[in-house]
């Protein structure tokens, strides 16, 4: 069993930051790209920024120049550093992973709960 933890959403006015985080805990071997998407409400799941285990980072368009994402191998946890907030990055944030457990030969995704982000014009 693997569980991925969001954590650190919450609301906030335009032009503000918040920084989430997600943690991966169970019977984990490895863990190779980790990512945030949101979803805002009635829409589609969208990507915000993906992270390679080495470190590289890509980011949606609407995210870069604004958030950061950063990730600590050794704590299995990735975080997502949101400034300059705006009203259209309201909505639910995804923590994804693709991780091979032990005993397991491929890697596969697993996603979070989801913390919702909610930013106020």
């Known amino acids: 069993q693997v569980q991925l933890v969001e954590s650190g959403g919450g609301l906030v006015q335009a032009g503000g930051s918040l920084r989430l985080s997600c943690e991966a805990s169970?019977?984990?071997?490895?863990?190779?790209?980790m990512g945030w998407y949101r979803q805002p409400s009635g829409e589609s799941r969208e990507l915000v920024a993906v992270?390679?285990?080495?470190?590289?980072?890509n980011y949606a368009d609407s995210a870069k120049g604004r958030f950061t994402i950063s990730r600590d191998n050794a704590k299995n946890k990735i975080y997502l550093q949101m400034n300059s907030l705006k009203f259209e990055d309201t909505g639910v944030y995804y923590c994804n992973a693709d991780i091979k457990e032990r005993g397991e030969v491929y890697h596969t995704p697993r996603w979070g709960q989801g913390t919702q982000v909610t930013v106020s014009s």
């Open positions: 992270i390679g285990r080495g470190g590289s980072a």
């Open positions: 169970g019977n984990i071997f490895s863990i190779e790209a």
